[in-house]
T-cell receptor, first 111, second 117 residues
């Protein structure tokens, strides 16, 4: 059974701090990794994708991938109350059409 | 571009009733997906269509059928609704038919909240 694991949280951080969200996956053939943000009652919104080992930065967001450790993370710098949401990690294997989603980590940014 | 649209937004059914959830995308994407999301369960794949003319089962296909009507539209049908099908249903689409890179990025519709009494 291929799995994607996330801590459900809530992860509480003060405004302006760095939030660190983590995800582990079981399928070593995974090659595409995604972070989605989902506000309560809304649909998932893609915020980052990463395909190679290392870091990928986009504004206040940094995705980090370590395929040897089967670990992907999302850092949010200068966290804002508007970042409060559930963050979903998703993993796909190249050549397939299926994505495995984690159950998400709820982030609360305290003003 | 409207992106991915879904109708209806909300629906209440009685056990045994049937209905079709509609999904359309205007991004010229090849692949389309139906997921359900339940508290504590995450997103689970019901069916997907890798390209126009093909459909395949996902993780939880029982009780559902799909139709890829054309490249734009992918519908999900509940033939005889059961309370266990109470959930939020999301349609998603993806540009490519394989490989890596941005072709793999999925984009979601706003969802349909379905309650089966």
């Amino acid at each position: 059974q291929k799995e994607v694991e996330q801590n459900s949280g809530p992860l509480s951080v003060p405004e302006g701090a760095i939030a660190s969200l983590n995800c582990t996956y079981s399928d070593r053939g995974s090659q595409s990794f995604f972070w989605y943000r989902q506000y309560s009652g809304k649909s998932p919104e893609l915020i980052m994708s990463i395909y190679s080992n290392g870091d990928k930065e986009d504004g206040r967001f940094t995705a980090q991938l370590n395929k040897a450790s089967q670990y992907v993370s999302l850092l949010i710098r200068d966290s804002q109350p508007s970042d409060s949401a559930t963050y979903l990690c998703a993993v796909a294997t190249s050549g397939t059409y299926k994505y495995i989603f984690g159950t998400g980590t709820r982030l609360k940014v305290l003003a | 571009n409207a992106g991915v649209t879904q109708t209806p937004k909300f629906q209440v059914l009685k056990t045994g009733q049937s209905m079709t959830l509609q999904c359309a995308q205007d991004m010229n994407h090849n692949s389309m997906y139906w997921y359900r999301q339940d508290p504590g369960m995450g997103l689970r794949l019901i069916y997907y269509s890798a390209s126009e003319g093909t459909t395949d089962k996902g993780e939880v296909p029982n009780g559902y059928n799909v139709s890829r009507l054309n490249k734009r539209e992918f519908s999900l049908r509940l033939e005889s609704a059961a309370p266990s099908q109470t959930s939020v249903y999301f349609c998603a689409s993806r540009p490519g038919t394989g490989g890596m890179g941005s072709y793999n990025e999925q984009f979601f519709g706003p969802g349909t909240r379905l309650t089966v009494l």
